[in-house]
């Protein structure tokens, strides 16, 4: 068998995430390393994808991505038991949809700018070890300022402006990356599109979004094309599972 393709998932025991998880482990050549704040809910999400008797492998790892002491533990863990890491999906995120002001903002910038840019930086040196590596950031439609600023656009009338905000602070530091490590990783951000998780709560109102949500496990299918190869020719870019999208 050839070497397996270390991918790392952070926020990977709830919604996009977990399912991505699921998606990536049915390979067999695929270890997938769980990501998570909370040991005891990594402990569950680890417990049901094994009971699903994927091909691929999988482990728990303890990372919350607003604590630096945390981050420097998860990356020198991935570095003794790994050497190397493939496939960074950084996709913890919040919405914090039960505070509002400075809170609300503190919450969102703190999780979906500061901790996704400090956790990719952090683990850059381990993906600059692996052959062929990808750094994936979770972002959202919602932070693109073309769609934002486009009447035609189903994205110009939603609301959350401190989300929205925090997507596009995202997608710059996303540009960023990509035009710094271009030469050896293949950076996207990734929109996952309208799907069933905790963000907008953990009602089913919130979770289905009345409704209009669909199933994660179509976001980490359109995630698999990415880790598989697939997308190459649009690292860089700001894709979701069916085309690109404009910053
Ligand atoms: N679902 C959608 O419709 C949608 C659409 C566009 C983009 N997205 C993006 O998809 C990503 C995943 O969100 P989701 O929709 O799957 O929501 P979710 O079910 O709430 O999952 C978010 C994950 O991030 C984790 N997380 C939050 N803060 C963290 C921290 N400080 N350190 C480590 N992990 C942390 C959560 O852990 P806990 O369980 O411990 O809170 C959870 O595992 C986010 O970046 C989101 O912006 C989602």
Same mark, same amino acid.
């Given at each position: 068998m050839s070497q397996q393709t270390i991918i790392?998932?952070?926020? %990977?025991?709830?919604?996009?995430?977990?399912? @991505?998880?699921? =998606?990536? &482990?049915?390979h067999p050549n695929h270890h997938? #390393?769980?990501?998570?704040?909370?040991?005891?809910?990594?402990?569950?999400?680890?417990?049901?994808?094994?009971?699903?008797?994927?091909k691929g492998t999988?482990?728990?790892?303890?990372?919350?991505?607003?604590?630096?002491?945390?981050?420097?533990?998860?990356?020198?863990?991935?570095?003794?038991?790994h050497?190397r890491?493939d496939?960074?999906?950084?996709?913890?995120?919040?919405?914090?949809?039960?505070?509002?002001?400075? %809170?609300?903002?503190?919450?969102?910038?703190? @999780?979906?700018? =500061?901790? &996704?840019?400090?956790?990719?930086?952090?683990? #850059?040196?381990?993906?600059?070890?692996s052959e062929k590596?990808?750094?994936?950031?979770?972002?959202?439609?919602?932070?693109?300022?073309?769609?934002?600023?486009?009447?035609?656009?189903?994205?110009?009338?939603?609301?959350?402006?401190?989300?929205?905000?925090?997507?596009?602070?995202?997608?710059?530091?996303?540009?960023?990356?990509?035009?710094?490590?271009?030469?050896?990783?293949?950076?996207?951000?990734?929109?996952?599109?309208?799907?069933?998780?905790?963000?907008?709560?953990?009602?089913?109102?919130?979770?289905?979004?009345?409704?209009?949500?669909?199933?994660?496990?179509?976001?980490?299918?359109?995630?698999?094309?990415?880790v598989l190869g697939?997308?190459?020719?649009?690292?860089?870019?700001?894709?979701?599972?069916?085309?690109?999208?404009?910053?």
């Open positions: 790392l998932i952070t926020g %990977a025991n709830s919604g996009v995430g977990y399912a @991505t998880a699921q =998606i990536l &482990a049915e997938v #390393i769980l990501a998570c704040r909370d040991p005891q809910k990594g402990q569950k999400a680890l417990s049901e994808l094994q009971s699903k008797s994927l999988l482990s728990l790892l303890q990372l919350d991505v607003e604590d630096d002491t945390s981050i420097t533990q998860a990356v020198h863990t991935v570095d003794e038991q050497n890491l496939v960074l999906i950084s996709n913890a995120g919040s919405a914090a949809p039960n505070s509002s002001g400075r %809170a609300r903002l503190n919450q969102i910038f703190s @999780t979906n700018v =500061i901790g &996704a840019t400090l956790v990719s930086e952090a683990f #850059i040196p381990l993906l600059l070890k590596p990808y750094l994936i950031q979770v972002s959202s439609g919602l932070g693109s300022m073309k769609m934002a600023t486009d009447p035609s656009s189903v994205m110009y009338a939603a609301p959350w402006d401190e989300y929205r905000a925090s997507k596009a602070a995202l997608n710059m530091i996303t540009v960023q990356m990509h035009k710094r490590l271009q030469s050896h990783v293949r950076v996207f951000a990734f929109c996952p599109g309208l799907v069933r998780s905790n963000l907008r709560g953990e009602d089913e109102a919130a979770v289905s979004a009345y409704g209009r949500a669909g199933d994660p496990l179509e976001s980490g299918r359109g995630i698999l094309g990415i697939e997308r190459d020719g649009e690292a860089g870019g700001f894709v979701n599972k069916d085309g690109s999208f404009p910053w």
